[in-house]
């Protein structure tokens, strides 16, 4: 039996192209994966974008949709202050969609289930969200630190807590997103193995493989939509402070 | 003129969009507005997001008492003052997550009754 973390392995498809600091820099099968993501993104919303009808097509109606839920996000949870920084929010969130769903595909790879790529996103938007705040606000940026109306002799233990708890956020957005992806595609692995080992009894795994694809195809939305809403939660803690 | 066919053809789908829209809400008693889809799946993501927060905050706590203690040489007392001060930023913003949740599931409850 194939061993359940396998999926997961980095591979070259090419010859190192060049080298940063001693490091082979190759084509990766998660370089390609994240190549087809963004190709399948955009050749979508260009579909969708190139008609123009006024009643929707498919296509059409399937881009709107996006373009609108993330217009919606970004309205309620910003306001109206977070209109500027919609491309790329909506680009963060298409990318994971687009990343965890074609993981989905047998034989293909999951880019977000690797703690690399998903902490480097999360310290992109976390760097950039504290960088807008501080820009904005200037040094009434720290006030984000200290609790409004919090008595002066608590701050010595309140301000440690708050910077930790602020330090925190790339972690819990990274490993969030990168642990539901692992823990689902090594589940799905477990089973099928347990198909393939139990002969004719493997119709039982079978039946709850198909379920858990389906679980799995739901938490591959649903945490492209959680790390987008974090995303637009930060970045509003950041411009009105609190 | 072309224009003026376009805009009259527009107004007259958006009239019918809406009579069939009445129609439909008045025949079936509810309403066809996507209020609470997905609902399911959002509670499901909100025990994902407390399961995680109640990690980080110490993971990063910890860390940074580790860092801070390989930097000043006073193993091992800063990272045990991080694992604290991690352990009561977990719970901080496991409090936060929920405290937003109660106020999103109450205004949302307001407005169906409304």
Redesign the interface.
Known sequence: MASPLEQFAIQNLSAPLFSIGGHHIAVTNSAVFMMASVVAASGLLMAGASKGA??PGRIQAMSELFYEFIANMIRDNVGSAGKKYFPFIFSLFIFTLFGNVLGMIPYGFTFTSHIAVTFFMAMIVFLGVTLIGLFKHGLHFFSLFFPHGAPLFTAPILI???L??Y???P??LS??LF??MTVGHVLLKVLAGFVVALGIFGVVPLAVLVAITALEL?VAV?QA??FTI?CCIYLNDALHLH | MAEDDRKTASDDLDRRLKGVRQAYEAGTGRSSKPTNRGAGSEKLGVGMRIAVEMVAGVVAGAFIGLMADYWLGTKPWLLIVGFILGCCAAFLNVYRVAQAEERRSKAASEVKKS
């Open positions: 006024m009643v440690p807590i708050e930790v708890s330090l925190s956020r972690i819990s490993v969030r642990a539901n739901l649903l939509y959680i974090l």
